[in-house]
């Protein structure tokens, strides 16, 4: 199965933002709910934002509202997360993919961010 790649990743300093992108050749997001995912040492996975298949509705975990916003280009078959306002603990790697899980791709590479204070 192909894998989302994740870019945009990077280091940055606390206050600051970055855009991360997902895309993924030979696999079409259409049609799924997408999520950005982020995971820490030592930490399970969890999801932090999601966008439904047409990009009409998007939720957040509480830590990220208000500062996060992720968004969709069908077209492009692309998923985006803006991040500002960055804080140390988003520091980790993020990686997208489908909400369901048996709707998801292998987990990709995912994309470091770090956010120094």
């Known amino acids: 199965q192909v894998q989302p790649v994740e870019s945009g990743g990077g280091l940055v300093q606390a206050g600051g933002s970055l855009r991360l992108s997902c895309g993924a050749s030979g696999r079409t997001f259409s049609g799924y709910a997408m999520g950005w995912f982020r995971q820490t040492p030592g930490k399970e996975r969890e999801i932090v934002a999601r966008i439904n298949w047409n990009g009409g509705s998007t939720n957040y975990t509480d830590s990220v509202k208000g500062r996060f916003t992720i968004s969709r280009d069908n077209a492009k078959n692309t998923v985006y997360l803006q991040m500002n306002s960055l804080k140390p603990e988003d520091t980790a790697v993020y990686y997208c993919?489908?909400?369901?899980?048996?709707?998801?791709?292998?987990w990709g590479q995912g994309t470091q961010v770090t956010v120094s204070s």
């Open positions: 993919n489908a909400v369901t899980p048996n709707a998801r791709s292998p």
